[in-house]
């Protein structure tokens, strides 16, 4: 007895017939089911597969059990057959640690898929779009197109100065907040900042005490400065940047049309 099983799937594929000897029928041999034959869609002619899809894909559905029967014939208790929830699915042969540092950015928390496809895709890195049009699916653009657009901002450099998984520095940043700007601006510790006369320092940038070139504080002042315009962040360049973009000249965070406008955000004189 044979039986015949026909299936139209995508315009890709136009129809195929399985023929299967008597004693498979009963018990299908899942291994031996060739899943492109019906699924090649999900990599065809994309730019990069995923290398976990030439280990088969059981390394990943393993609950797919009677492939062909359509539906399927599901043996795990998770969506798609899948041998896992996210994270965890991928955290099988990705290392945790690099998603688990303090600071995890609350995308992870709604599946690896909400920016990687599990099977192929036209971007890098298996992005279901290009930096930043991937991260303006979740984020506003509007904290990105003011008049004045920093130039990294500008030329899509969003993972310069974040990580887009997760990092041990406030907003995701690769580095603490106030060194990582001085990748670029160097000279910006190297001389009075902000202001000048007022005994030749500068005004703080919030820099880490190792950055310093100042002199050494009290030990009971070692701990972190906070902004004192907003609750909960620490005191940095980006009290008085907006790293993004601006209305304002020299990116200040405030409308000000001069340094001294801006100083009135934090110092009544
Ligand atoms: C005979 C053709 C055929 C073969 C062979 C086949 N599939 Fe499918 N598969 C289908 C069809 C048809 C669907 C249903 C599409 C739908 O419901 O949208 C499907 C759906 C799926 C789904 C989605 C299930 C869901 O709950 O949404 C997964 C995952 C899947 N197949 C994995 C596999 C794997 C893994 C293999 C190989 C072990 C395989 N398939 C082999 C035809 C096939
Ligand atoms: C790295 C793990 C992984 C591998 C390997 C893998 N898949 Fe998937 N697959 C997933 C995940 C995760 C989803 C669910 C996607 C979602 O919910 O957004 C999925 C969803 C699907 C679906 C449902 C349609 C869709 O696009 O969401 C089909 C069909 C499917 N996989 C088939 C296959 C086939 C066939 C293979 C082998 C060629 C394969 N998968 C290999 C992880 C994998
Ligand atoms: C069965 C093992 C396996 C599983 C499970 C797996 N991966 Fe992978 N993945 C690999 C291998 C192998 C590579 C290639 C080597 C590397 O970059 O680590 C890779 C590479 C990647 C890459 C980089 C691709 C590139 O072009 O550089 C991304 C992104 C990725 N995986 C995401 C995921 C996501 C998201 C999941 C969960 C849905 C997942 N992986 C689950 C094995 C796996
Ligand atoms: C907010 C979007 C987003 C989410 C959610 C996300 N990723 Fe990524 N992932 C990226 C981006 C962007 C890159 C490219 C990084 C680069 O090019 O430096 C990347 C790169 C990768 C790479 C390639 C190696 C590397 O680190 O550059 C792997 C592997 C990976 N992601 C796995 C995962 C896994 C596993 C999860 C879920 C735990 C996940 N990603 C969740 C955006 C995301
Ligand atoms: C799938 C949705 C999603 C995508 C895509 C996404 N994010 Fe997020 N992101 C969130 C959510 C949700 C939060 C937490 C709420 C908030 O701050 O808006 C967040 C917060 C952040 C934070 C602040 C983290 C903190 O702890 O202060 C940064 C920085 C960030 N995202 C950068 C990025 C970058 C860069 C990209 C693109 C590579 C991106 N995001 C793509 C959803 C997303
Ligand atoms: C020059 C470094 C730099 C670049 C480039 C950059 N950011 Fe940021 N981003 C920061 C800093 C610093 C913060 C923390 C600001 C603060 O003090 O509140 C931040 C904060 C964020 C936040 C948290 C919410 C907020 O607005 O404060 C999100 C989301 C974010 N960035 C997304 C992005 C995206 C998307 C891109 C690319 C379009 C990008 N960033 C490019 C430095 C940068
Ligand atoms: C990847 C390099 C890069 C990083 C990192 C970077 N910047 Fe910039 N920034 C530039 C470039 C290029 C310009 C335009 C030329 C210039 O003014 O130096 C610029 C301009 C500026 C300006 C405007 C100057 C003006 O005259 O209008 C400010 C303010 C600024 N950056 C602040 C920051 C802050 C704050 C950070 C950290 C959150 C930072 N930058 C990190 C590259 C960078
Ligand atoms: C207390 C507020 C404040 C802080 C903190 C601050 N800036 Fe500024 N920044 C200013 C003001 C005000 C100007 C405009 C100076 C002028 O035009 O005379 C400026 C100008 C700049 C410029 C334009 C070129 C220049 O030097 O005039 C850059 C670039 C810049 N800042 C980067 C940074 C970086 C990087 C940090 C942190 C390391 C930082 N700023 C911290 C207030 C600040
Ligand atoms: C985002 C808030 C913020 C803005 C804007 C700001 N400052 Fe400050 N300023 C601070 C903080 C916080 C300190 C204390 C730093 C410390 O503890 O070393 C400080 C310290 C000072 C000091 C040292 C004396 C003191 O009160 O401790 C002077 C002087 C000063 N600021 C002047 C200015 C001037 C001038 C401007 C405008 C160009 C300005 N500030 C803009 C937050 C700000």
Do not use: W
């Amino acid at each position: 007895m044979r039986r015949f099983l026909s299936c139209a799937l995508s315009a890709a594929i136009v129809s195929l017939f399985f023929v299967l000897p008597s004693s498979a029928a009963e018990a299908p041999a899942k291994k031996e089911v060739d899943c492109s034959k019906c699924h090649a869609g999900l990599t065809a002619k994309k730019k990069v597969v995923h290398a976990a899809v030439s280990m088969g894909c059981p390394a990943c559905h393993s609950g797919i059990d009677d492939a062909l029967k359509v539906p399927h014939k599901k043996t795990t208790s998770f969506a798609k057959g899948l041998s896992a929830d996210q994270p965890e699915l991928c955290y099988g042969c990705h290392d945790k640690a690099k998603f688990t540092h303090t600071v995890v950015h609350a995308a992870i928390g709604m599946g690896c898929t909400a920016c990687h496809n599990p099977h192929a895709s036209d971007n890098e890195k298996l992005l279901i779009a290009p930096v930043p049009d991937l991260c303006m699916n979740c984020h506003d653009k509007a904290e990105f197109t003011k008049k004045n657009v920093h130039p990294p901002v500008a030329d899509k450099m969003c993972l310069v100065c974040h990580d887009p998984h997760s990092s041990d520095n406030y907003a995701l940043l690769q580095k603490a907040p106030s060194v990582i700007c001085l990748d670029c601006h160097e000279e910006v510790a190297k001389r009075p900042h902000a202001l000048a006369g007022f005994g030749g320092n500068g005004h703080s940038l919030g820099l880490p005490k190792a950055e310093k070139k100042e002199k050494k504080e009290p030990e009971g002042k070692k701990k972190e400065k906070m902004d004192p315009a907003r609750q909960g962040k620490p005191f940095s360049c980006t009290s008085c940047h907006n790293p993004h973009s601006s209305d304002s000249v020299r990116l200040f965070r405030y409308p000000a049309r001069t340094p001294m406008e801006l100083c009135k955000n934090c110092h009544k004189y």
